[in-house]
């Protein structure tokens, strides 16, 4: 029987992959880092105990964190990704022609040297497009200090465990605002909410002193446990969320790039939350 491997991210809870085969697995300068592959999602890579992505389900995940903010924008031309060292989130930038510049920020070159080794379907040679930028530092440390502007940021990265803690502060999304061109997006890996509840409050808290218009958007990630995972949204366009089913349908036949989740009709609704949630983001002061 082969063995098998569980996350570790919740204590009560776990979910547990049979592992074929490991291909790599050490501590990296800032994290411990395995991928293995499993018989059902293929190979996955997996930081601190937590999966990261799988080379079967990936792609609703990056597909809703990139085509959604940019077809939203409708202008979009410079691109920042904190985090994404697997490749899958510039993969999907890459595929509008109108973005001129993409620049990633990953603290960990390892991961990017193993996922491009390991994980090549992530990246398809994104990594090697000219308009790409790698850049490794922390993502925090970066938008403190550029004076580089760009139209949409997207923050991929861990959970706010470790090196990714930082990235859900205050702190980092009042620097990612002051990186906004004027019209500028700002979405973000947020947890799933049924199971991280705490992090849609916690971000709805920082949010909202900020931006003109911050919400939330859905997507289902299978290796993403316990139901929907939350994304947030942030913009001082509050146009940017309101916008038809036909116009981003418009915007999406002009791109005219090929996608496997992601709809003009998903995107729309992905925006509409579950009660529930709605109820924790109202908790924090703001009639949604
Ligand atoms: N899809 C995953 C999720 O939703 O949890 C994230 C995948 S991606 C592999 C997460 C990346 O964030 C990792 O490559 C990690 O090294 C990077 N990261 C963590 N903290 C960071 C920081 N402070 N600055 C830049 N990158 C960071």
């Not at 070159?109 to 090549?120: E, F, S």
Request: with cysteine; hydrophobic share 40%; glycine share 6%.
């Amino acid at each position: 029987m082969a063995n098998s491997w569980s996350e570790t991210l919740y204590d009560a809870y776990a979910q547990q992959f049979t592992v074929d085969k490991i291909y790599f697995e050490s501590k990296t300068d800032h994290q411990h880092l395995m991928i293995f592959h499993n018989a059902l999602f293929g190979r996955v890579m997996v930081l601190d105990g937590i999966v990261q992505t799988t080379e079967k389900d990936e792609f609703i995940y990056h597909e809703m964190l990139t085509h959604l903010p940019i077809l939203a924008h409708g202008n979009v031309k410079r691109v920042l990704i904190i985090g994404g060292g697997d490749g899958g989130m510039i993969r999907e930038v890459c595929k509008h022609q109108s973005v001129r510049h993409i620049t990633q920020v990953e603290i960990d070159q390892a991961v990017i040297d193993m996922a491009k080794q390991y994980l090549p379907n992530h990246s398809q040679g994104a990594y090697d497009d000219a308009r790409v930028n790698i850049v490794i530092n922390d993502g925090m440390a970066f938008v403190k200090e550029t004076n580089e502007r760009f139209d949409v940021i997207i923050s991929d990265s861990t959970d706010p465990i470790g090196p990714g803690e930082s990235l859900f502060s205050q702190n980092f999304y009042a620097c990612c605002q002051s990186c906004l061109n004027p019209g500028g997006v700002l979405v973000t890996q947020n947890g799933v909410a049924y199971m991280q509840q705490d992090e849609v409050s916690a971000t709805a808290t920082k949010l909202a002193p900020l931006f003109q218009d911050w919400h939330f958007f859905t997507a289902a990630v299978p290796t993403y446990v316990g139901g929907a995972m939350t994304f947030s949204w942030a913009t001082d366009d509050q146009a940017l969320r309101q916008q038809s089913v036909d116009l981003i349908q418009a915007r999406y036949q002009v791109a005219n790039i090929e996608t496997r989740y992601y709809t003009p009709e998903v995107h729309v609704a992905a925006f509409a939350l579950p009660k529930y949630v709605l109820q924790v983001i109202d908790q924090t002061g703001r009639k949604v």
